[in-house]
Every structure is written in structure tokens, then in C-alpha cells.
């Protein structure tokens, strides 16, 4: 009975310093948790800001009064702002831009400069977007490689012995060998002398052949005749088929010098389903020094030719 009356007395002993210590440790009160309710969650300061983001189809444009749609939208948003558009460049003459973001490059430059296109939205002016593009002097010939993006149309550049009379076989070092690689807008050269040669290869401007690739973005399914002018030889493919052979040594179609037309033209009507197509046109120039280059097309419904433009090609 002694053992059991002393365990108790030890037991509140033990309990009673635990509460003493307890209690010194929080100045002599006992600590109580208590779980606060939550506040309301202020919001942040905007949960959707408006992004607008402006795009163009190119990077580069060259000068010459050229065009090329610029084209504004809000993130995440299907209807199309509206928007003012400016210019900001550091020359003079920067070229002009519509209501509606078609810019126009300036007439001429001896150097090729950047243009940034803004676009602000006209409810909102703290909204802006804007895309800097290249403005390049004219040129036929681009220089570029199979990586680039700036221009649509890649061409691979072949010398030809004088004995070769027509396109030749690439694979063939007898009839061509690979002298460097450019880059075109369009098939848009018209008849007119050539001795400037290409950006790195400045002494080939005869007896060369241009072994170009794009893709042809056909607007609408129909019947599209396509028109192939050129001085010398050329020849056109589509969705990997011969279309037209205009090969041979000749001008291009047009006055002869005896006032007489000489043949360098072909036609041919093409069923085609809108979107994609790959596209291929070789060419060949013989002598000195006059070439040509054209490819043009009649729509659907159309009675003008017209050259394909540079939106036409990706």
C-alpha cells in the first residue's frame, strides 16, 4: 500500500512540473492553437493581359515598291482588333504602311536597313505589337543556303561547259558542276542583260543553270494555266510531274530581231486542289548575255496572266 501511495505522489509530481514548465515557457498561460478561417484571396492584377502579336509572311523584302501584308491579333482572341499601324526605322525613307498592314517597301536603297511594323490597338494605345523585317536592295540573286527562311525559293547554281546546249544533267560532272546557292522572290526576270554574276560567284554569267525548288500554295481548288517564258532553256515541275518543257537554246518569246516572234513560251492548263504543291523549275543560260525567267499563271475564272506572286511560293 506504501509502494502504491508513493507512485501516485510521484505521478502528480511529474505532472504537476510539467505544467510549471509549460507554463514559464509562455509567460505563465498556457498556449492555445487556434486555426484562423482563410481571408479572401485578392486577385492578381490582370488574369488575361492582351497580347498582341504581329506577323508577316517574310522576313526580308526588297526595295522597289515590293508588298507584303502584315497581319495583327490578339492572343487568344478569334475576332481581328483594331488596330493603327506605324513605322519605326532610323532612315529617311522607311517605306509606308496602310490601315490595313500592307507595307510598301521604299523605291530604292543602297544598303539594306530593318523597318519594325507596329501595331496598337486603338481601344486600348498601352497595347502594342510589332515585327521588324529586312528591307535589301534589289537584286535577281540572293545570297543564301538551304536553311534560310527569308526568301521563298531555293536555287542551286551549276556551271555548263559551252558544248552543253540544253539543261543538264546535274549528276553529270561532265555536263555541270555546283558553283553556290541563292535565293529568288519570285520567277519574275524579265529580258535583260546579265554580267553582274551571282553574290559569290561574281564571274558566272554564262553557261550556267539554275536548279530551283519552292511549294506553290494554290488559293482554290481549279483549272490554272501556267505560262513559262524564258531565254534559254526551262523546264517546269509540279507535285514531282513534268509539266511543261521549254528547253533548248532560244530568246524569250517576244521580237526577234528581225521583228519577227521567237519561240521561247509554253503553256499548259493544270487541274489543281487547293493548298500545298512541290514545285521545281530548271534553267539553263548559253551565251552571253541576255536572260529571262518567268512564270506566270491565269486563275480560275481569269483572263490575265499574272506573275505568280511571292505569297504563291513558301
Known amino acids: 500500500m506504501k509502494r502504491i501511495l ?28 487556434k486555426t484562423q478561417p482563410p481571408g479572401p484571396v485578392p486577385p492578381p492584377a490582370d488574369l488575361n493581359p492582351l497580347i498582341l502579336e504581329v506577323t508577316t509572311p517574310y522576313e526580308t523584302i526588297q526595295a522597289g515598291g515590293k508588298q507584303m501584308q502584315a497581319t495583327a491579333a490578339l492572343r487568344g482572341k478569334p475576332e481581328a482588333p483594331d488596330v493603327e499601324w506605324t513605322l519605326a526605322s532610323d532612315v529617311a525613307d522607311k517605306g509606308t504602311i496602310d490601315a490595313k498592314g500592307l507595307y510598301t517597301s521604299p523605291e ?8 519594325t511594323l507596329i ?7 498601352r497595347v502594342k505589337g510589332q515585327k521588324t523585317i529586312t528591307v535589301e536592295p534589289v537584286s535577281i540573286f540572293v545570297s543564301c543556303d538551304e536553311s534560310s527562311k527569308s526568301y521563298p525559293i531555293l536555287a542551286k547554281v551549276y556551271q555548263m561547259p559551252s ?81 511543261i518543257d521549254n528547253d533548248g537554246e532560244h530568246q524569250a518569246y517576244g521580237p526577234g530581231p528581225d521583228d519577227s516572234l521567237v519561240v521561247g513560251l509554253k503553256e499548259v492548263v493544270i487541274n489543281l486542289k487547293k493548298g500545298e504543291h512541290p514545285l521545281a523549275l530548271n534553267y539553263f543560260q548559253g551565251p552571253r548575255f541576255r536572260i ?23
Open 6 to 33: 508513493t507512485s501516485i505522489l510521484l505521478s502528480s509530481s511529474l505532472l504537476s512540473f510539467s505544467v510549471a514548465c509549460n507554463q514559464a515557457k509562455f509567460g505563465g498561460k498556457t498556449k492555445t492553437e
Open 108 to 115: 530604292s536603297t543602297k544598303d539594306k536597313f530593318p523597318v
Open 119 to 125: 501595331a496598337t490597338l486603338k481601344s486600348d494605345p
Open 163 to 243: 558544248s552543253v546546249k540544253r539543261l543538264p544533267d546535274y549528276n553529270n560532272p561532265a555536263e555541270s558542276t555546283y558553283r553556290t546557292t541563292v535565293c529568288m522572290e519570285n520567277y519574275a526576270v524579265e529580258p535583260r542583260s546579265f554580267s553582274d554574276g551571282f553574290p559569290k560567284v561574281k564571274d558566272l554569267y554564262e553557261y550556267f543553270s539554275l536548279q530551283t525548288t519552292t511549294t506553290l500554295i494554290v488559293p482554290a481548288d481549279g483549272d490554272y494555266t501556267f505560262q513559262l517564258n524564258s531565254d534559254d532553256g526551262s523546264r517546269l515541275y509540279i507535285d514531282g510531274r513534268e509539266v
Open 292 to 314: 529571262a525567267l518567268m512564270l506566270k499563271w491565269k486563275l480560275p475564272g481569269s483572263s490575265d496572266f499574272v506573275y505568280v506572286p511571292r505569297e504563291s511560293f513558301k
